[in-house]
Every structure is written in structure tokens, then in C-alpha cells.
């Protein structure tokens, strides 16, 4: 088992910015690649970051390219999620998630991948 825990979620302005953690616990987190989705109000949860165990392999969703990065800290069982220019579509509830993998440099983006999830924390961007 692992037990994902988000923090860093709140209320920002547009264009402003927000870093989410997602601890991990339970399992040597290295051995799992990491996700953060995320489920606007009436829509379904969608895509939104992934990083490899290694951390060396990253990719997003298309809406958050150039504005998000992913990262991860394996010393301090740790992913991260900075948001920059954030805009009010952005605002959702954001869930980590994480992969047991044998791949190193694999990332993962369908949300039927990942094995363990967070419980969430929101986020709203006021226009």
C-alpha cells in the first residue's frame, strides 16, 4: 500500500501561481511513477502531469504545457506540481497518483494506469 497526501492547494488570481507536494508513504516511493490529474466542477477527471521514477521523463496535457512542471524529490518521497500563469480554467480539484513500475523512464497518463491515489486538494482561480 501506499498513501498519497496533497498539500498546497487555495485561492490564487489569474496569472498567478501555486506549488502542490504530494508525500508518499508506505512503499520505496522511487519504485513508482507519479501523476496529478485533476476534475473541474461537472466534468470528468482528466490528465494533467506525469513523471517517471527516475524523474528523468515528464509529459503533460497540452492545457498546462509551458505553464505546469512536474517534479520529484525520491530522498524526500515527494512529487511536486508548480503552476504558473494559472488561469480560471484551471481550477479544479487536483488528485496525485502513483504507478508501480519496472520501467524507469516510463510515464503514465490514463488514469486506469495508476495503482494509488490522493484524496485531492483544491484549487480556484479568481478572474
Known amino acids: 500500500q501506499v498513501q498519497l497526501v496533497e498539500s498546497g492547494g487555495g485561492l490564487v488570481q489569474t496569472g498567478g501561481s501555486l506549488r502542490f507536494s504530494c508525500a508518499a508513504s508506505?512503499?520505496?516511493?522511487?519504485?513508482?511513477?507519479m501523476g496529478w490529474f485533476r476534475q473541474a466542477p461537472g466534468k470528468e477527471r482528466e490528465f494533467v502531469a506525469a513523471i517517471s521514477r527516475s524523474g528523468g521523463s515528464r509529459y503533460y496535457a497540452d492545457s498546462v504545457k509551458g505553464r505546469f512542471t512536474i517534479s520529484r524529490d525520491n530522498a524526500k518521497n515527494t512529487v511536486y506540481l508548480q503552476m504558473n500563469s494559472l488561469k480560471p480554467e484551471d481550477t479544479a480539484v487536483y488528485t496525485c497518483a502513483a504507478k508501480g513500475s519496472a520501467y524507469y523512464s516510463r510515464i503514465y497518463t490514463q488514469e486506469n494506469d495508476y495503482d494509488y491515489w490522493g484524496q485531492g486538494t483544491q484549487v480556484t482561480v479568481s478572474s
Open positions: 508506505g512503499r520505496t516511493f522511487s519504485g513508482y511513477a
